[in-house]
């Protein structure tokens, strides 16, 4: 199994930035992908970014190209969202996600998930 706990959401102007973190604890692998997807009430979850290890081959979301911006502190194993010029629309829960092998924009590919954490973007 493998443990997800994410932090850094809360509530920020249109304009500005966030930084969402998940730590992973648990079973290791000798690959595995982060991914953070986003869901708003009454939509399905959307892809926003991945990360893989160890090639750390990193894929996004279009909406989110040259705004969001994925790392990964494999010392502490923690993947970083960096969330820059937000916008309303981009106000949602934030999961962080976990699968052994390559990175992939689907959610049902990933096996583990975080509790997730709210981000709101105010006009």
């Known amino acids: 199994q493998v443990q997800l706990v994410e932090s850094g959401g809360g509530w920020v102007q249109a304009g500005g930035s966030l930084r969402l973190s998940c730590t992973a604890s648990?079973?290791?692998?000798?690959?595995?992908?982060m991914g953070w997807f986003r869901q708003v009430p009454g939509q399905e979850r959307e892809f926003v970014t991945a990360?893989?290890?160890?090639?750390?081959?990193?894929i996004y979301g279009d909406y989110v190209k040259g705004r969001f911006t994925t790392s990964r502190d494999n010392a502490q194993n923690t993947v970083h969202l960096q969330m820059n010029s937000l916008k309303p629309e981009n106000t949602a829960v934030y999961y962080c996600?976990?699968?052994?092998?390559?990175?992939?924009?689907?959610?049902?590919?990933?096996?583990?998930w975080g509790q997730g954490t709210q981000v709101t973007v105010s006009s």
């Open positions: 996600a976990a699968r052994s092998g390559s990175v992939r924009p689907d959610a049902w590919a990933y096996t583990y």
């Open positions: 648990g079973r290791t692998f000798s690959s595995i992908a």
């Open positions: 990360i893989g290890w160890p090639d750390a081959n990193t």
